[in-house]
């Protein structure tokens, strides 16, 4: 009965911004670990960025300095504030939640394109 509810792709030109929204229901609040991962055509799915409850944000390499993670953990939503879009950054972006630490439970959204083209 979990459910990860993902919103705010689109499309949207080189250099332009995109704000994602990923809500989550039926899981507990303070949810260990939340974060984004994408997908673009040909390539594996790799991670954006994540962040557990109390350890700082890991981001991956290509959008550093670009792409902002956060999330609230009383609600259980998380957002992906991104910035200076590339070309490259073109790719199903999914919300991916581990409720505990101590299990091997994980959860993902049906996903949310983004496309940047002009």
């Known amino acids: 009965q979990v459910q990860l509810v993902e919103s705010g792709g689109g499309l949207v030109l080189p250099g332009g911004s995109l704000r994602l929204s990923c809500a989550a229901s039926?899981?507990?609040?303070?949810?260990?670990?939340m974060g984004w991962y994408r997908q673009a055509p040909g390539k594996q799915r790799e991670m954006v960025a994540e962040?557990?409850?109390?350890?700082?944000?890991d981001y991956a390499d290509a959008v550093k300095g670009r792409f902002t993670f956060s999330r609230d953990n009383a609600k259980n939503t998380a957002h992906l504030q991104m910035y200076r879009l590339k070309l490259e950054d073109t790719a199903v972006y999914f919300c991916?939640?581990?409720?505990?630490?101590?299990?091997?439970?994980?959860?993902w959204g049906q996903g949310t394109q983004v496309t940047v083209s002009s």
């Open positions: 039926g899981v507990r609040d303070s949810i260990y670990n």
């Open positions: 962040r557990t409850l109390f350890g700082p944000t």
């Open positions: 991916y939640v581990r409720p505990s630490a101590g299990t091997s439970q994980e959860y």
